[in-house]
Nanobody, 123 residues
Framework: QVRLVESGGGLVQAGRSLRLSCKAPGRALSLYAMGWFRQAPGKEREFVGTITWNSITTVADSVKGRFSISRDNSENVVYLQMNSLKPEDTGVYYC?????????????????WGQGTQVTVSS
């Protein structure tokens, strides 16, 4: 079973950047779409962005122009680059494996999830 591990979260000031990583030790992710979601306290998990197996990306309107997704299939890792962070970006960020080579913004498009990494943006 694939185990996804996120890293790179932390506490940052508004306007700064963070880069999150998602890995699946010992397993290949190259044939799957990968997604990023986030969940703020008291809110539902929401779509942040997705990247297809061949690196076509889509991001949510709320992060467009600030966040980007990339992947390095040779290293079996997916990244979420977050720039110009805002306090409303605070939450637990999850990576997820798509059910196939492409996926969209629905939770049901993904079948494996990481444990999440906390991102806190102070004003």
């Amino acid at each position: 079973q694939v185990r996804l591990v996120e890293s790179g979260g932390g506490l940052v000031q508004a306007g700064r950047s963070l880069r999150l990583s998602c890995k699946a030790p010992g397993r290949a992710l190259s044939l799957y779409a990968m997604g990023w979601f986030r969940q703020a306290p008291g809110k539902e998990r929401e779509f942040v962005g997705t990247i297809t197996w061949n690196s076509i990306t889509t991001v949510a309107d709320s992060v467009k122009g600030r966040f980007s997704i990339s992947r390095d299939n040779s290293e079996n890792v997916v990244y979420l680059q977050m720039n110009s962070l805002k306090p409303e970006d605070t939450g637990v960020y999850y990576c997820a494996r798509g059910r196939g080579p492409s996926a969209f913004g629905n939770l049901g498009d993904y079948d494996e999830w990481g444990q999440g990494t906390q991102v806190t943006v102070s004003s």
